[in-house]
């Protein structure tokens, strides 16, 4: 073997030790988290909106992605807080006469899937404004609703 060639072997070696022993120092630390006790309101600049969590459980993050999947063309967005309260994000094809009636099929979702609390359900117009709050009573298994 060459002088060059095995100069070349050893350089080579010494840049992958060097290598290795960087990427491993600097992902060995703490990681940084996401907060997780996000603001309810959905509201603010665009960038701000597409920062927020579907959930800040990971069982609420699994229910608002489900919502918004399983809602094609009603809801275009979805989030869950604290297991008891679900905020959706409807689209133009929600009529204003169906707005109560989704809302009252997503507090009852919602409750059989969070149960044993009262849950509440805001359905927030396209252009984000809160246009009805619905609230699920345990105890009584009725819901009430506010404009």
């Not at 060459?2 to 030790?17: D, E």
């Not at 630390?29 to 006790?37: F, R, V, W």
């Amino acid at each position: 073997m060459s002088l060059f060639q095995q100069s070349r072997k050893i350089i080579a070696g010494f840049l992958l030790v060097l290598i290795v022993s960087f990427t491993t120092a600097c992902s060995g630390g703490p990681s940084a988290q996401k907060p997780t006790n996000l603001p309810v309101a959905i509201g603010g600049s665009p960038s701000y909106y597409a920062q927020l969590q579907r959930g800040n459980t990971q069982a609420g993050q699994d229910f608002g992605q489900w919502v918004t999947q399983t809602a094609k063309g009603l809801v275009q967005d979805a989030y869950v807080r604290d297991n008891n309260k679900l905020g959706v994000v409807i689209t133009q094809q929600v009529r204003p006469n169906e707005v109560k009636d989704l809302a009252k099929s997503l507090a009852q979702g919602f409750h059989r899937n969070f149960p044993n609390q009262d849950v509440s359900v805001l359905v927030y117009a396209p252009d984000k404004k809160l246009i009805l709050t619905a609230k699920y009573d345990q105890q009584s298994n009725q819901i009430e609703y506010k404009s």
